[in-house]
């Protein structure tokens, strides 16, 4: 029989402490959950498209809570507050997405209410919620910046200053609204942009107009990068600088990276997803770049690639993979401090090559990288021929550096180089076994199972390290 006494007698939501309840309510907040937060091009939740975004359920389920009582509603306001990320990922997938009436009211929002504006850390300024919004929305949220605050006009004229003259005349819009976003969100530390936002360029020097000298923007998502996002992206670049600590750029090209004129001193995390370099150095564009502790490159996919089969064929016999042609190098210099490294060249790994037999230069070994703990590569970069060598055995060994907690191999040349990696896979599991890699605690391989014939796993286990089966994500676009 069930004790209804003492059911009643259990807490009830309302009658728990604020920390346990601000750590309930965080699972509701993306900012809140995430220990580390997943680039943009990488995160996925299978979305259902009849479905409402998870992003939406998640904010309703605040806003519910703020209605119930004042305890929770100043419990759930600050957390509900903490990002404005409509469309963020693959939400934006959800037939059931409402654009209209979503980002103007949040302009409104932190301009009346500098307390909420202060809790806002996560912006994602989505391209679709600028569609349904009209000049004469524009206006009339610019209407009410001039009555609680005198900037308006400087701040707009550093806009008009940049406007094209062979274009129609200047009318505020896009880059505005972006504009004044930071200028009110003075705690924003992590900004996702598509490719259309901004469409031309937020000048420092209105956002020092409106009083503004810095921003404490630390990561940067970049989502359909385009051919001129440096100089979209300067001014914000330049105002952030001194803070910003990770760029994740999705879908760039050689040309695109061009455009990038401003240093970064601080920059500690570089995430370059579903990009094409082929043979442009990446030193050139990142020259003074040193103390990474994240890098990584993703190639594009093939499909992304001009459709003529003679110029596939053609690029990848002189190029190879598309690997920029000196990254090695680059990485190198930031050998020091480098802590997690993905090179993923699965997009390239299935067209065809002129001579199979060479398929890309072998990765140099990284025995010399004194702290990097997180290695995910391809096998065609440890293997970098097709027939197999007398030191097949020793390859993969020789190349992994002594601090190595993760490994995450990826081999998707159809299986060919299968062989190789199993034997690679058993001498590093027999090197555990004598003393080496103390510290490696994870193995991964991106094949579906087909190891299981070979008892690597339990070689692996033997030596107790985690052997298992994970496929990387993918780099996508919205």
């Known amino acids: 029989m069930v004790d209804l006494y003492r059911f009643h007698r259990l807490p009830v939501l309302p009658s728990l402490p604020n920390e346990i309840l601000s750590i309930i309510l965080g699972n509701f907040c993306l900012h809140c959950r995430e220990t580390e937060e997943t680039p943009h091009a990488y995160f996925h939740t299978q979305q259902q498209s009849g479905q409402p975004s998870w992003y939406s359920l998640d904010s309703k389920a605040l806003y519910s809570m703020c209605l119930v009582s004042r305890k929770l509603r100043d419990v759930a306001q600050p957390i509900l507050y903490h990002q404005f990320i409509p469309g963020y990922g693959d939400c934006w997938g959800s037939a059931r997405s409402v654009w209209d009436r979503r980002l103007l009211p949040f302009v409104r929002t932190i301009i009346l209410r500098p307390d909420l504006a202060a809790m806002v850390r996560r912006l994602y300024f989505h391209f679709s919620l600028l569609t349904s919004t009209t000049n004469d929305e524009v206006e009339a949220v610019l209407e009410q910046v001039t009555q609680t605050h005198d900037f308006l006009s400087d701040f707009l004229g550093h806009f008009h200053d940049k406007w094209p003259s062979d274009l129609t005349p200047y009318q505020p819009f896009c ?101 094409k370099f082929g ?75 002129m001579d199979e037999r060479n398929i890309t230069k072998q990765i140099p070994s990284l025995r010399g990288f004194p702290v990097l703990q997180n290695l995910y590569i391809n096998s065609v970069l440890i293997y970098s021929t097709v027939d197999e060598r007398p030191d097949d055995c020793g390859i993969l060994v020789q190349l992994l550096p002594p601090p190595l907690v993760s490994l995450h191999v990826a081999e998707t040349m159809g299986g060919r180089l299968i062989p190789r990696l199993v034997n690679g896979l058993l001498n590093l599991a027999e090197t555990v076994l004598q003393g080496q890699f103390s510290g490696l605690k994870e193995v991964r391989c991106d094949i579906e199972q087909r190891l299981d014939d070979y008892a690597v796993g339990e070689m692996f286990a033997r030596a107790g390290v985690d052997f298992g089966y994970e496929t990387w994500p993918f780099g996508g676009s919205d």
């Open 175 to 275: 880059d505005e609204l972006g504009g004044l976003l930071l200028v009110y969100l003075p705690n924003l530390t992590s900004l996702s942009l598509t490719g259309g936002t901004p469409s031309r360029n937020i000048p420092s020097s209105a956002l020092r107009a409106a009083g503004v000298s810095s921003l404490r923007i630390q990561t940067i998502d970049l989502l359909g990068c385009g051919k001129d996002w440096g100089y979209r992206l300067d001014g914000i670049l330049e105002m952030a600088s001194s803070t910003l600590k990770t760029l994740n750029l999705n879908s760039c090209t050689s040309a695109g990276l061009q455009s990038l004129a401003r240093p970064l001193p601080n920059l500690r995390n570089l995430r370059l997803t579903n990009c």
């Open 279 to 353: 043979s442009p150095r990446i030193e050139s564009r990142f020259p003074n770049y040193m103390g990474l502790e994240t890098f990584v490159y993703d190639a594009v996919c093939e499909d992304e690639l001009p459709p003529e089969a003679f110029f596939h064929m053609v690029w990848r016999e002189t190029h190879g993979p598309s690997l920029p042609s000196d990254v090695f190098e680059f990485l190198d210099r930031n050998k020091a401090t480098l802590k997690t490294l993905r090179l993923d060249l699965r997009f390239e790994q299935n067209a065809p090559f």
